[in-house]
């Protein structure tokens, strides 16, 4: 279980590398699940869609989606699928602060940074 | 004769290691996977007082003893709360009439929307599943009734409902000279009981020791939910005979309003695990338990131990990610540099956020000062980044070690 922190401008470019990986490395076609477009708790956390990897891109800041997801974290774990959050610093942090389970279950936090044009 | 290709195959699979042993560390067994395999260690003594019986063992004591006691155990997230319910539960096993329960209440419903009753209606469908079949036929009807109030109905009705009928009349409320202790039972929580002390009559008849283990409510953070849950719910199993152990947020500790000792009869703290090879060995045995040993040496092991700040999660989700390091840098065995590479991505992950909380985490860092009484503070302790001890009955706060390390390099 993974937060992914990258800015704004760089969120579509990292979801089309991580589903390009995600086809490469396992063979799987996955779609990017977008917190504005939810409808319920079940739907934000994949638990209605089965597969090995979810990915949820938190794009807009939702008290529910926040409180279903530091409420239902250990269901998700239980599911044994990989999950992937991906957000910009601020909702990251906003995220991090009011979700203490949440946070407190992930495996990871990574900022990603795009790569150096002159590749230094 | 044809030349034989190069083989891709590696010889020795590195993965017949590394994967049984993450499986054994993963956070996704069921707590009857970690039963079944034996993977819980027992703590010894109560980790507030090394002269008093460990945690499990009072609960299923007092369970045993006193039928209906009502039973708090409050810790940070991470701390093994879990791990003290499975263990009462295991307990509570060794006598045949017992009728123990755990649940997993985040399992069963979204607790952002239950309302009070909701824990009643789960016992309540729980030991139903319990009886035998003749039993339920007996008490089948007020399991209907019970599903129906836990899960709603749809009805169609010819005409829609007409509730501006004017027989409600205007709702006035006449205070009175006292004020109640505790909320009165709402009508549906009331309803609830009715039905769940319906259904537990075949058990209750024989004389059967019920305990229901309530895992889940530690996570409504804001206390103020689990209040309800417990000024509700929890009051309304007042009187029936059925035992409960509840797992309550850590916020509740603090409270200076002493809700834990006015509503359980019995409150116990599950401070974080102190790191003192010399007195405890505890952290050490839950690594060995899973398998360490197969793939590091002693001081490796110790320094998980160091730097998991005695949070059990913690513990084990270093030794994954160094287990994972380790494999991702083709070695067969897990060596210093990869639980460094750990204990500064676990202390990177309770950085992150930190914001101008900083402050206070300095200050304990530098001068040992921290109140648990201002918010900020309090923040701290939810998210772990600041942890509570106790050592020989005296309670100390301490900043996460694998934070204090990436504060460290970050100077």
């Excluded at chain 2, 006598?95 to 209440?105: C, G, I, S």
């Excluded at chain 2, 309302?115 to 599943?129: E, F, H, Q, V």
């Excluded at chain 2, 103020?224 to 007042?238: S, T």
Aim: proline share 6%; aromatic share 6%; net charge negative.
């Amino acid at each position: 279980m993974c937060l992914l922190i990258c800015d704004e401008a760089e969120q579509p470019a990292v979801e089309a590398d991580l589903l390009a990986e995600l086809d490469v490395q396992l063979g799987i076609e996955l779609r990017v699940v977008k917190a504005s477009r939810l409808h319920d708790a079940d739907q934000a956390l994949g638990l209605d869609t089965p597969g090995p990897v979810h990915v949820l891109h938190i794009d807009r800041w939702s008290p529910r989606l926040v409180n279903a997801l530091d409420l239902h974290i250990v269901r998700l774990e239980r599911t044994g699928a990989q999950f992937l959050f991906l957000a910009s610093p601020e909702l990251a942090e906003r995220l991090l602060k009011h979700a203490p389970n949440f946070r407190n279950r992930l495996t990871d936090i990574a900022r990603i940074v795009p790569d150096n044009p002159y590749g230094d | 004769m044809e030349a034989r290709g190069v083989s891709n195959t590696v010889a020795f699979d590195r993965r017949q290691i590394y994967r049984p042993f993450l499986e054994r560390l993963g956070p996704i067994g069921s707590p009857r996977t970690l039963e079944e395999h034996d993977w819980i260690v027992p703590p010894k003594h109560d980790p507030r007082d090394f002269t008093q019986p460990p945690i499990h063992e009072v609960f299923a004591d007092s369970a045993e003893l006193t039928r209906g006691m009502q039973m708090a155990l409050v810790g940070g997230t991470g701390s093994g709360k879990t791990t003290e319910l499975l263990l009462t539960h295991r307990l509570l096993g060794r006598h045949a009439d017992a009728v123990n329960e755990y649940l997993d209440l985040a399992e069963v419903t979204d607790l952002n929307e239950a309302n009070p009753g909701a824990i009643l209606a789960a016992i309540g469908m729980r030991l139903y599943a319990r009886l035998k079949k003749a039993q339920k036929q007996k008490v089948s009807s007020a399991h209907e009734k019970l599903q129906v109030l836990a899960f709603g109905k749809t009805e169609w009705w010819r005409d829609p409902p007409d509730y501006d009928d004017g027989d409600s009349g205007f709702r006035v409320d006449i205070p009175g000279v006292m004020k109640r202790r505790f909320p009165a039972l709402r009508r549906e929580v009331q309803e609830v009981r009715g039905l769940l002390l319906e259904i537990a009559s075949p058990l209750l008849r024989r004389d059967a020791q019920i305990t229901t283990l309530i895992d889940g409510l530690d996570r409504l953070i804001m206390p103020e939910r689990f209040r309800q849950f417990a000024e509700q719910d929890l009051r309304a199993l007042r009187g029936t005979q059925i035992s409960a152990v509840v797992a309550a947020p850590l916020l509740l500790w603090y409270d200076k309003s002493q809700f834990l000792a006015d509503h359980f009869d019995l409150v116990r703290h599950l401070p974080a695990v102190l790191f003192d090879p010399e007195e405890s060995d505890f952290l050490k045995s839950v690594l060995l338990r899973r398998g360490a040993t197969e793939l590091m040496d002693e001081p490796e092991v110790t320094e998980i131990c160091r730097f998991s700040g005695g949070v059990l999660r913690d513990l084990l989700t270093l030794t994954q990610s160094a287990a994972t390091s380790a494999y991702r840098e083709d070695e067969d065995r897990i060596g210093r540099d990869h639980v460094r590479t750990a204990v500064l991505q676990l202390g990177r992950r309770y950085w992150i956020g930190l914001g101008s909380q900083i402050g206070p985490i300095r200050r304990l860092i530098n001068k040992k000062e921290f109140s648990p009484d201002n918010p900020a503070a309090r923040e701290l302790l939810v998210n772990r980044q600041v942890l509570e001890y106790c050592r020989r009955g005296r309670d100390f706060f301490a900043v996460h070690p694998a934070l204090a390390e990436v504060l460290a390099e970050t100077v």
